[in-house]
């Protein structure tokens, strides 16, 4: 690693929160009846799981390593911030990225991207799918059409597997898109629960109340040991319910020193306080490095003094909180992962009509009827992003279509894994 790590700082007991196992009997809508008391297998300890806080001054950039070396980014900083983006990959011995995530385009968290994956190519990459115009975001989904990177919208309830037991699971956004909120880009934020034996951790983006009170409809999903709090700890995010229903032991605030933003907020640090959580900050601490072995994470940090507060090996751990319920695409996806029956409330890209496709805002009815020939003319498309190969059809377009339309069976199922 990169930074020279100063010792590991405290390792915090985990919560059982993530036993309860994805599969079939994973139930749908409605409540779930009572299950019968069965001995919970206990959760040995495997290979490493490294997720990495990267200091990017004020935004985000994560590097997360599953089990098996798949290589994932979430955000990659500010314009100039690339630097200590590829840094940290290269220390790592990345030279390929499996998965590049982007949690909304905004220039703190996308403004390092194109740079980072032109040093460090992506071989997918995952967007909010929300409409956003400026030229950061332009250039870079230029760059991924050029590099020929495959680009999926993330939606809520697709499961993503890292490797070794380790996955994503994708909770916001959802249909429809949140509209007229305080900022619709922070809204629309790709937050995802990282789940690997019994530890896990959310990944929040800069989501804000109304994403909150959305996830709260599903509160079990939300439960995690740890929590990127959103939005570099805005007064606008991690209301008092959320962070009730999230339970997390520790939170990591990814800002920059004396940002102009007055960023993480009192409020939000007295919330966090009260709830007991320790916190670490990369303004304080520098790259935050968490791992986990399958039942228990440790953290250490770059630079700066030990947390106030030690969280002992050993600790008891929190009450068990009630079964979590899946949301149900992923339920749907996980009885038999052969067939992907739906894809949210999107239709069949590979089934529309010409009618449909003019439906949405941007696609006239020539570029509908283009689409509609190509596809008869190449065969049906395999992802959302061989719609792009449409003449007339560029990433705008594209991204309005990946609203209301998906390849909902694939001629492989392969979009759930991470190659
Ligand atoms: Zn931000």
Known sequence: MQHAVKALLFAFAFAACATAPPGPSAPGDGPSPPQPVAPTPATEAGPPLVVQIVDVGQGDGIVIISPTGKSIIIDAGDRGRDKAMVEQLVADGITAIDLAIITHPHADHIGGMQKTLAQVPARTFLDPGFDYSSGIYARLLEHLEASGTKVLIARRGRKIDIGGGASLLILAPDEPLLRGTRSDANSNSVVLRLDYGATSMLFTGDSEA???NRLLSDPDTLTA?????????SEHSTQDDFLAAVRPTLAVISCGLDNKFGHPSPPTLEKLARAGVDVLRTDESGTIT???DATRWSAAVAKGDPPRR????????RPPPAARRLPRDAATRDADPTTVSA???RLDINTATVEQLQAVEGVGPA?????VAYRDEHGPFRSMHDVLATPGVGPKTL??????FAVVAPPEAADEDVP
């Open 367 to 371: 570029k509908a009827a283009a689409i």
């Open 343 to 345: 894809v949210g409330y």
């Open 225 to 233: 040991d740890v929590l990127k709090v959103a939005h570099h700890g």
């Open 290 to 292: 968490l791992t986990s």
């Open 210 to 212: 109304p994403t909150e």
């Open 310 to 317: 030690r969280v002992e090996v050993g600790e008891a751990p």
């Open 399 to 404: 991204r309005g279509i990946a609203e209301r």
